[in-house]
Structures are given as C-alpha cells and as structure tokens.
C-alpha cells in the first residue's frame, strides 16, 4: 500500500504538525513497552523510538527532511536542557567537594581513556576518518555529542545513534562489569556510569541509589564540558 | 515558572553568542551551563518555579535527541556495512572506560575520601 494514495494524506503532508505528533506518539507508546518490560535497559524507549520512526520513514517513502520540519520542536528543546544540568550539580555541592580530589583525576582518566580507545579500536578495526571523529563524543549526552560532533567535522545524526547504543550497553552491563571488579563504592558505579553511557546511564543509575544517581549526574555534566574541550582543542590540532 | 523557562533559553543564547563571537572550543549550550552554575549560587532556593522547569527537562532528556537520531536514516547505507565493527569498537571502549573510572575513583577514594555507609553497597 502507498500511503500517499490515501486521501487524507495530502492534507497531513502539508502541516508539519503531523511530525510532531508521530514523534510523540511513538515515544510514549516505547514508554509504555519500557514499563511493562520492567524497565529492562534492552526495551530503552530511545532505541524503541528511533527504530519505529526509522522504518515508518523508511516503509512510506517520507524524506528525514519533511520528518524534521515537525520534529525540530523537539529538537530545539535540546540545548536549555543541557543548561539543566548545572542544577542537579549545584544541589549536590557538598558531597561533590568531599570526593572532589577522588572525582578530578577519576572524570579526566574517564574521559580520556573512553575518547582514546574509541579513536585507537576505530583505527585498527578501519574505520574512515569521519567516523572516527565521529566516535570521539560517543559517551558524551546526545545534545552535546552532536553539537561536538558537527564542530569537528563527524556526523552529528550518526553521533545521536551511537550515543544511544553505547547508553544502552552501559546500563545493562554496569552492574556485572562492577560485581566482577570488586566495586562496592557508589560514588565510583554511579561516576562510571555518568561518564560513560550518559543519560540512559544516569537513569539505570538512580535505579540503583540515589547517591549512584547523584554522581552519574555530575560524571554526565563534567564529561560533556571535557570531551567538549579535548575535542576542541586536542583534536583539531592533532587530526 | 515561564520566568525560569525565559532564563535558561535566554543562558542558552548567552552562551552560544559567546562562543561564536570569542571563537570557545565548546558548544554553545555547555556554555550556558557553566553560566548557569555562576548564577545558581545568587539564586534563591526553587527560584520562580525552576526546580520544576530543570525537572521537567531532564525526565525528557532521552525524548529530545528522538529527532535527529531518526537522521541515521540519511546514512544507512554508511553504516550497515560497517555495523559488526562498529558495534564491537563501542563494546570494547565501553567496558574499557568504565573499569578505568571506577577503578581510578575508588583507588584514590580510599585514601582521599573514604566511603561513608550509604555510599557502600551491601
């Protein structure tokens, strides 16, 4: 079936409107499957989402950019909530000073390692270069991975995919990685977390405690402000 | 509460027009969250509703970025060759990224700032 042979489609196609709402619809229908599966990192209502979009886009014939006149409401939402962060931050000042000289060297370690061994597995594996840079902001929150992304010339579409892959492999595997290691501290989970798989991380962290959370946040914000400088400014003079 | 909605879009531009005009190596937004965390401490507490605004942002967080994921649909053809590779690369850097964070964390804490109870799992 075409779906441009149907008749109320002309009228759809026209109002940029219908976007949006597919965008949401198909959210909060992934919600509801994330829920009823427990909220089990594989049902990620991000994945979910994104594979529906892509294969209704994909099945009817409609083209990203037609898609995205509706869906950039959304899209522009991106940026202020970035700046929320500074608030979880803030509100969890104190901890934070306490296990400051723990928590410095652990986020640049953290950072460093996560972007270099990307760019280093990338290169033995072949990648071509606009995939390896890429790859450099792929544990950073998606807002920022792409706004990094686009500064360096990698593929800011591609950087939101990775992104929610690698977020979605950090919540699942976090708690066994950190059973087999030994890890009892939760400032240390919820850091490892917050760094490596962002967002989708933070949210599998607050699952755990409310101190794993409250430093998957922080490792989230300050990674994203260093991939941010190490790819600026390293980066560019390197590649 | 449209108040601190006005805010933060408005630290958002700030940020953005800053990094532009003074040519920052960090995007616009990250800005705007470092200007943020300059103000927050002038702030009082729950000022004009912007826990709620902050909180209703970051519930969403992962709804956000829907749209332009959807773009992997302009480079399919980038990456179904290439999908073995590069799911195997974001494993491997991954797990390696992890064990280092938490390990460098809780070496150092140890000494530094030991654990109190409710930071130590059972």
């Known amino acids: ?239 | 509460m449209l108040v601190a909605l006005t805010l933060i879009i408005g630290l958002q531009v700030l940020g953005t027009l800053m990094v532009e005009l003074l040519a920052m190596p960090i995007p616009g937004p990250v800005l705007g969250m470092l200007l943020f965390l300059l103000l927050l401490p002038l702030l009082p507490r729950d000022w004009s509703g912007l826990d709620q605004v902050t909180r209703f942002f970051l519930a969403n967080l992962s709804l956000l970025f829907v749209p332009a994921a959807v773009g992997i649909v302009r480079h399919l053809d980038l990456v179904s060759p290439i999908l073995l590779q590069l799911l195997v690369v974001l494993l491997l850097s991954l797990l390696i990224g992890m064990a280092v964070t938490a390990w460098v964390f809780a070496v150092l804490a140890r000494r530094l700032a030991p654990a109190r109870d409710e930071e130590l799992e059972p």
Not at chain 1, 99 to 107: G, H, I, K, R, V
Not at chain 1, 198 to 224: D, E, K, L, P, R
Request: hydrophobic share 55%.
């Open chain 1, 1 to 239: 079936m075409n779906i441009e042979q149907l008749p109320f489609w002309v009228y759809l196609e026209r109002n940029p409107l219908i976007w949006l709402l597919v965008t949401l619809a198909a959210y909060v229908l992934a919600q509801s499957l994330y829920r009823r599966a427990r909220c089990s990192a594989w049902f990620n209502p991000v994945a979910t989402t994104v594979c529906l979009l892509v294969l209704f886009l994909s099945l009817t014939g409609v083209p990203y950019e037609d898609y995205f006149a509706g869906a950039q409401f959304i899209h522009v939402m991106l940026g202020p909530a970035v700046v929320c962060l500074a608030l979880p931050i803030w509100q969890n000042r104190r901890s934070l000073r306490r296990s400051l000289p723990a928590l410095l060297p652990a986020l640049l370690a953290g950072s460093l390692v996560s972007v270099l061994s990307a760019l280093g597995l990338a290169w033995l594996f072949g990648l071509d270069r606009s995939l390896l840079l890429t790859l450099v902001p792929k544990s950073v929150t998606a807002p920022v991975a792409m706004g990094i992304a686009q500064d360096i010339g990698g593929i800011p579409e591609l950087a939101a995919v990775i992104c929610a892959v690698t977020g979605i492999f950090g919540a699942v595997l976090a708690l066994p990685l950190m059973q087999r290691l030994r890890i009892r501290d939760r400032r240390a989970r919820g850091l490892a977390l917050g760094v490596n798989a962002h967002g989708i991380g933070t949210a599998a962290a607050f699952q755990q405690h409310s101190v794993t959370g409250v430093y998957s946040s922080i490792g989230m914000a300050i990674n994203a402000v260093l991939t941010a400088v190490l790819a600026g400014t390293l980066l560019m003079a390197w590649i």
